[in-house]
């Protein structure tokens, strides 16, 4: 697998505001590679600077071997992006905005080209329908088939759910799942929602305040072996009696329960062994450390 993009130290600066401070990451052909961070977190910054649309302060982008922002063209070919709202015509079709868009970025599209190009966005069926008659989903998936119609390696989605209803989310995740895996393409995706990219990314970034928290596989960084389970309880001595069990090691005492670091495989054993100290539940809840480090972040 290649590398696509290498960026490295990358930063931004508006004035006092450093909106993107050091950040380095990479991307391998094949990625669907998640932007996680809460807004104003320098997501679209960044992600501006990789399409050229904003000069650096500092650091370096490399894509498909070339540096960017001198070699903006021969990147720009290989990209197709969302980021804003894609602007349609509502009383055409499908079809034929796909085809006036393609034709006045200079191809010349066969019935074909454009027929796959909405299948690939799940639209095909929908093709001669207005789009005055369609969700902002279903927009939504043809401004993308419009921004990936000179079939780039890279598409670029800031934010694509925003706005959605849940179908629109349901379907719009299935799309980008779908690019990648029957279409082969390597995918940039932003979010402010953990789930959201979770469900979706190979691999991820978290940024905060312009800076890289964590980055890695999302199977790495979503391992059940990094389980918290949080313990609320009105039981006075249920520090001192699991004190004294086989879970001391894996206890922390918090301000208004008592937090528990396990394998996921493991709770429902911990939860047996909480009934048989005699301890009183008032709840027992479960969630994996990055989201607790997320809502950390984000101050939830
Ligand atoms: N053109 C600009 N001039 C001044 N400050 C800016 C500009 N663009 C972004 N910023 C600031 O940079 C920081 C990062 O913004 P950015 O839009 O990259 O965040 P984001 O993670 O994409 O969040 P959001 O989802 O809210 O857009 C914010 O503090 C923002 O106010």
């Known amino acids: 697998m290649s590398t696509l993009i290498e960026v490295k130290n990358l930063s931004k600066q508006f004035k006092d505001v450093h909106a993107v401070n050091g950040l380095s990451f990479s991307v391998q052909q094949g990625d669907i590679y998640g932007f996680l961070g809460q807004n104003g977190a320098g997501k679209s910054t960044s992600i501006r600077m990789l399409m050229g649309l904003i000069q650096p302060s500092g650091g370096e982008i490399n894509m498909f071997g070339y540096r960017m922002p001198e070699h903006k063209k021969d990147v720009l070919r290989q990209i197709g992006a969302i980021i804003e709202r894609p602007d349609l015509y509502k009383y055409l079709s499908a079809y034929d905005n796909l085809d006036m868009m ?80 029957e279409h082969q393409k390597t995918v940039i995706v932003s979010s402010h929602l953990l789930n959201e990219i979770e469900q979706v990314a190979t691999r991820m970034i978290i940024i905060d305040k312009g800076r890289k928290v964590i980055e890695g596989s999302t199977s790495e960084l979503f391992d059940p072996a990094n389980t918290l389970v949080e313990l609320q309880t009105n039981d006075a001595d249920a520090a001192e009696k699991i004190g004294h069990s086989a879970w001391a090691a894996r206890m922390k005492q918090e301000a208004d329960s008592l937090l528990f670091t396990l394998h996921a495989d493991d709770v429902p054993a911990l939860a047996k062994d909480l009934v048989a100290m005699d301890i009183a539940i008032d709840n027992l809840s479960k969630r994996h450390s990055l989201e607790s480090l997320f809502l950390t972040l984000t101050g939830k």
Do not use: C, W, Y
């Open 102 to 181: 393609a034709r006045l970025s200079g191809l010349k599209p066969t019935r074909q080209l454009l027929m796959d190009q909405l299948d690939k966005v799940g639209l095909a069926a929908r093709a001669h329908s207005k789009v005055k008659t369609f969700s902002q989903g279903m927009k939504q998936r043809l401004g993308i088939a419009i921004a990936m119609v000179h079939d780039p390696q890279l598409i670029i989605l800031d934010e694509p759910t925003n706005g959605l209803d849940p179908q629109g989310i349901a379907e719009m995740r299935h799309m980008i799942i779908n690019l990648r895996k």
